[in-house]
């Protein structure tokens, strides 16, 4: 079973950017053979897919809203997926998951917080 860690959130104002890291893990679970996803969740809000990426990093997907500002990818050899967030916004603000597999519904790390504020 996969183990998922996220870290990279926290404060920034807007315009601002961040990257979050995602270190993978877990006997059995091949890192590479695996597609991989971002997802959030703003306050009171529930769970939105932002992103996903195919095993071999050839291809990405990404909600509308986040194209042009929002880049995912992922290192193989070091078995960690990325988000590089740019010009972020207030509506950014939520707690970032990774996910495993193509959209919002594989196992999912605690997550990482990114508030974006003045």
């Known amino acids: 079973q996969v183990q998922l860690v996220e870290s990279g959130g926290g404060s920034v104002q807007p315009g601002g950017s961040v990257n979050l890291t995602c270190l993978a893990s877990?006997?059995?679970?091949?890192?590479?053979?695996?597609?991989m996803s971002w997802v959030r969740q703003a306050p009171g809000k529930g769970l939105e897919w932002i992103a996903s990426?195919?095993?071999?990093?050839?291809?990405?997907k990404y909600i509308r809203f986040v194209e042009g500002r929002f880049t995912i990818s992922r290192d193989n050899a070091k078995n960690t997926l990325f988000l590089q967030m740019n010009n972020l916004e207030a509506d950014d603000t939520a707690t970032y998951f990774c996910?495993?597999?193509w959209g919002k519904g594989g196992t999912r790390g605690p997550g990482t917080r990114v508030t974006v504020s003045e």
């Open positions: 877990g006997f059995g679970f091949e890192f590479s053979q695996n597609a």
């Open positions: 996910a495993e597999g």
């Open positions: 990426l195919t095993a071999d990093g050839s291809y990405s």
